[in-house]
C-alpha cells in the first residue's frame, strides 16, 4: 500500500480565484490520479498526472480549468483555476503503486467556494 | 465506456443484521475494488478482488467475473458500518471507473 497526504484538507475560496491542492506519496509510483467528488455524487477522473509530461484529461475536463504538475514520482498539485460555487466539491488524489493494480486515496480535499 | 452499476442506492439496517450489496459492470475487468466512504469522506479500501472470493473480519467479497458481477457482504452489522459504499472497476482504459456507490445506515 502508500500512504498518502493532502493538503489542505479543506478551504473555503471566493469564486474567480485559483487553490492549487498538493498530494504527497510516502514511495515513488507510476500513476498518479486527481478525482473530483461533486456533494452527494460518486467520484469522477479528472485527469492521470504524468511524470515528466502533460496530464491526460478525461473528457469534460481541461487544463487551463484544472492545470496539474507531476515534477517527480512522489509529489502532484492539482489546481482549481478561477472558481465558481460548482467547483465546490472533494478533490482527491489517487496512486498504483508499481506492478500492482490496486488503488489507494489520499484523504481528500473538501473545497467550499462562496 | 465501462458501466458499473450499484443496487440498492440505499439500505438501512439494525444493528446486527446482514447485508449483500451489489456490483454489476458491462465488460471484462482486471480490477475490481470495494471502498468504504466514511462520514469524514475518506475512502477506505476493503477489497481488491478482480475474481473469487475474499474475507476479512465481518466482511467478504465475490467477484464472478465471467458473470460479471460482484457481492460484498456485511455480517453482524455495527453503527460503524455507516456510510456509503463504491465499487470501482479497472477495465481496457486502465483507470476506476466508479459505481454510484450505496448509502448504507445503520440504527442502533
Known amino acids: 500500500s502508500a500512504v498518502i497526504s493532502q493538503k489542505p484538507s479543506r478551504d473555503i475560496c471566493q469564486r474567480g480565484t485559483s487553490l492549487t491542492i498538493q498530494c504527497q506519496v510516502d514511495s515513488q509510483v507510476t500513476m498518479m490520479f486527481w478525482y473530483r467528488q461533486q456533494p452527494g455524487q460518486s467520484l469522477t477522473l479528472i485527469a492521470t498526472a504524468n511524470q515528466g509530461s502533460e496530464a491526460t484529461y478525461e473528457s469534460g475536463f481541461v487544463i487551463d480549468k484544472f492545470p496539474i504538475s507531476r515534477p517527480n514520482l512522489t509529489f502532484s498539485t492539482l489546481t482549481v483555476s478561477n472558481m465558481s460555487p460548482e467547483d465546490s466539491s472533494i478533490y482527491l488524489c489517487?496512486?498504483?503503486?508499481?506492478?500492482?493494480?490496486?488503488?489507494?486515496f489520499g484523504p481528500g480535499t473538501r473545497l467550499t467556494v462562496l | 465506456g465501462i458501466q458499473v452499476e450499484q443496487s440498492p442506492p440505499d439500505l438501512i439496517l439494525q444493528e446486527g443484521a446482514n447485508s449483500t450489496l451489489r456490483c454489476n459492470f458491462s465488460d471484462s475487468v482486471n480490477n475490481l475494488q470495494w471502498f468504504h466512504q466514511n462520514p469524514w469522506g475518506q475512502l477506505i479500501n476493503l477489497f481488491y478482488i478482480p475474481s473469487g472470493t475474499k474475507q476479512n473480519g465481518r466482511l467478504s467479497a465475490t467477484t464472478v467475473a465471467t458473470e460479471r458481477y460482484s457481492l460484498l457482504y456485511i455480517s453482524s452489522s455495527q453503527t460503524t458500518d455507516s456510510g456509503v459504499y463504491f465499487c470501482a472497476v479497472d477495465g481496457s482504459a486502465r483507470q476506476l471507473t466508479f459505481g454510484s456507490g450505496t448509502q448504507l445506515t445503520v440504527l442502533p
Open positions: 489517487s496512486v498504483k503503486t508499481g506492478g500492482y493494480n490496486e488503488q489507494f
